[in-house]
């Protein structure tokens, strides 16, 4: 169904609705939340490290890790849909893990917008 490598592992920040976590899951894709891992009210930095040491791929709506992703050399998928809402942000990420060619040995930064799809690499 998807392109998304089994190896994959997102981790879902806390600025986004937990329910998205669950229908990545649903659909058969590794997501974690920042609450699972204990991780809620880490600073940016600690988060960065985490994600690196721990292989993840942060879904975030915080327009820091545009910057964070290439001084901590992690793969970012950045939201910028307004408003957050799970119904409007589901179908565009699902239609990003459908399409993905993404190399997910190296850093990058994916831009997720209402109608386009950005990338840094």
Same mark, same amino acid.
């Not at 820091?64 to 998928?77: E, G």
């Given at each position: 169904?998807?392109?998304?490598?089994?190896?994959?592992?997102?981790?879902?920040?806390?600025?986004?609705?937990?329910?998205? =976590?669950? =229908?990545?899951?649903?659909?058969?894709?590794?997501?974690?939340?920042?609450?699972?891992?204990?991780?809620?009210?880490?600073?940016?930095?600690?988060?960065?490290?985490?994600?690196?040491?721990?292989?993840?791929?942060?879904?975030?709506?915080?327009?820091?890790?545009?910057?964070?992703?290439?001084?901590?050399?992690?793969?970012?998928?950045?939201?910028?849909?307004?408003?957050?809402?799970?119904?409007?942000?589901?179908?565009?990420?699902?239609?990003?893990?459908?399409?993905?060619?993404?190399?997910?040995?190296?850093?990058?930064?994916?831009?997720?917008?209402?109608?386009?799809?950005?990338?840094?690499?």
């Amino acid at each position: 169904m998807f392109m998304v490598p089994k190896k994959a592992k997102f981790l879902l920040d806390e600025n986004l609705d937990v329910k998205l =976590a669950k =229908a990545l899951t649903a659909l058969g894709l590794s997501c974690s939340t920042l609450k699972s891992k204990g991780w809620t009210g880490i600073r940016n930095s600690d988060l960065s490290q985490e994600v690196k040491q721990n292989d993840f791929v942060l879904i975030t709506a915080d327009k820091d890790f545009t910057f964070l992703w290439d001084k901590y050399q992690i793969r970012v998928i950045y939201i910028s849909i307004h408003p957050l809402i799970l119904s409007v942000i589901e179908p565009k990420l699902v239609n990003l893990f459908k399409s993905w060619n993404y190399d997910l040995t190296k850093p990058f930064l994916i831009i997720l917008q209402e109608d386009l799809i950005r990338i840094r690499q």
